[in-house]
């Protein structure tokens, strides 16, 4: 059975007024205890949210976020050499596991930047060889030692960069992926795969190169990377074929040749002139118990069995009454939108978006889907979300929806569930909608 969510909040990085290009959502991610959720925009903004405390005497506000800290992560760059504009957006944010201090990962399509976000609520007063304010004082005056104290003051969050790692990826920056052994991070562009240490930025190992001699021989690139939970030598790429292969580090520095590669024959039936475009895999992620890893494509979520590459163990069909309208999608650029997928903490649901600001959920145990909507027009706090229904033929129901009444411009492509709880994220364009499981 699906859980039924209510929202939570509905968090406007700007306001409600139009919003422009820089405002646009284009990550979401928990960190690893889900108190804290990490949004990246088109312009190169952070925008990091705590999770209120319980309260004994409003159960019902858990979940609430709200925002604890915002910081320029990134700026637009020119490179002079390529005459190339390297745009501000972040691509990806990823937390590295909890410490004293919150760590993480973000990067546009060129530089990856490590930030430490802490907090502070003292300052130190009563310097012997500078003001309060800053300024030095003049060595005459100074005639008494002076042992400089803590006095208290209001909290204040800091994000400091801490590492930026830069000048490896000749493509553009799809993948970062942190490491269980918590002391490397790969990252991925279109044919290549590098392997970072933490502590060093200027320079990175090659994992994995797929460029070809002669670039006219080229015939797919790297779509998504990540790393194994928990074996630190194992790590899987996505192709724009549709194949996932798997790689063990251990076997060679080089990790050009694929431990196990995992494809599913295409069906004769459903050939078209868009099969290669729509089996391209947008996202690959491990289920949290490693055993499994679910990917993306246009149409459809795949779960793999790391033990059998010959075909996915569940298949979940995403919007496949759009199969009719790819020439339109295909017009329009639609179809080369690259949505994510989440799993929920316990793997038995998985999560991905679609279009009209619909997103859908599949749950694995029971073998349910739902079909639900982020939108203005359910954006009352405590709202329960109703699931929605897309009519294909011609006559339809009265709380269905046609297909053809579908908004393409309204689509969500990041989602992110709490690693503990029932709490979902959802971007839409310039907004973001959490929603909670709802409680009695």
């Not at 790297?222 to 194992?234: K, L, R, Y």
Request: aromatic share 10%.
């Amino acid at each position: 059975m699906y859980t039924v969510f209510t929202l939570t909040d509905k968090l406007v990085l700007e306001d409600n007024h139009p919003f422009s290009y820089s405002d646009i959502i284009s990550t979401v991610e928990f960190n690893h205890s889900g108190e804290l959720l990490a949004t990246g925009d088109k312009g190169g903004r952070v925008v990091i949210f705590q999770q209120e405390p319980e309260s004994k005497n409003q159960p019902q506000c858990r979940g609430e976020y709200n925002v604890y800290s915002t910081f320029q992560s990134h700026e637009p760059e020119f490179d002079y050499l390529k005459s190339l504009e390297i745009e501000e957006k972040i691509n990806k944010i990823r937390w590295l596991p909890q410490n004293a201090a919150q760590f993480l990962l973000s990067t546009n399509d060129k530089t990856i930047k490590l930030w430490k976000i802490s907090e502070r609520d003292k300052r130190p007063e009563g310097y012997n060889l500078k003001e309060e304010d800053g300024r030095y004082r003049d060595l005459n005056t100074v005639t008494t030692l002076r042992v400089p104290i803590f006095r208290p003051m209001d909290l204040m969050v800091e994000a400091s960069p801490r590492r930026v790692f830069a000048n490896a990826h000749t493509y553009h920056i799809n993948s970062i992926s942190v490491n269980s052994d918590c002391e490397t991070y790969l990252s991925a562009d279109d044919l290549r795969i590098n392997l970072w240490n933490l502590e060093i930025t200027d320079r990175s190992f090659n994992i994995v190169d797929i460029k070809p001699a002669n670039m006219e021989e080229l015939t797919e690139v790297i779509t998504a990377a990540e790393f194994h939970p928990n074996q630190c030598n194992t790590f899987v790429y996505s192709s724009s074929k549709g194949t996932i292969r798997l790689c063990d580090m251990r076997a060679s520095a080089l990790c050009d040749k694929h431990a196990k590669q995992f494809e599913e024959p295409e069906d004769p039936n459903n050939r078209s002139f868009f099969s290669e475009i729509i089996s391209s895999i947008s996202d690959v992620k491990f289920s949290h118990s490693g055993r499994y890893m679910m990917t993306r494509d246009y149409l459809s979520v795949k779960i793999w069995d790391l033990n059998m590459e010959s075909r996915p163990v569940e298949t979940y069909q995403v919007h496949e009454y759009l199969r009719s309208k790819l020439c339109s999608l295909y017009e329009n650029d639609c179809i080369f939108d690259k949505f994510e997928c989440c799993w929920n903490g316990n793997d038995s649901v998985v999560m991905t978006g679609s279009y009209n600001n619909f997103f859908r959920m599949f749950d694995r145990v029971y073998r349910q889907d739902v079909t639900l909507e982020a939108s203005r027009e359910n954006s009352k706090p405590r709202s329960v979300l109703k699931p929605r229904k897309v009519s294909t033929g011609g006559k339809r129901k009265k709380d269905e929806i046609s297909v053809d009444s579908l908004d393409f411009n309204k689509k969500i492509l990041h989602t992110a569930w709490h690693p503990l709880d029932n709490i979902i994220a959802v971007a839409t364009t310039n907004n973001l909608y959490i929603f909670q499981e709802k409680l009695n």
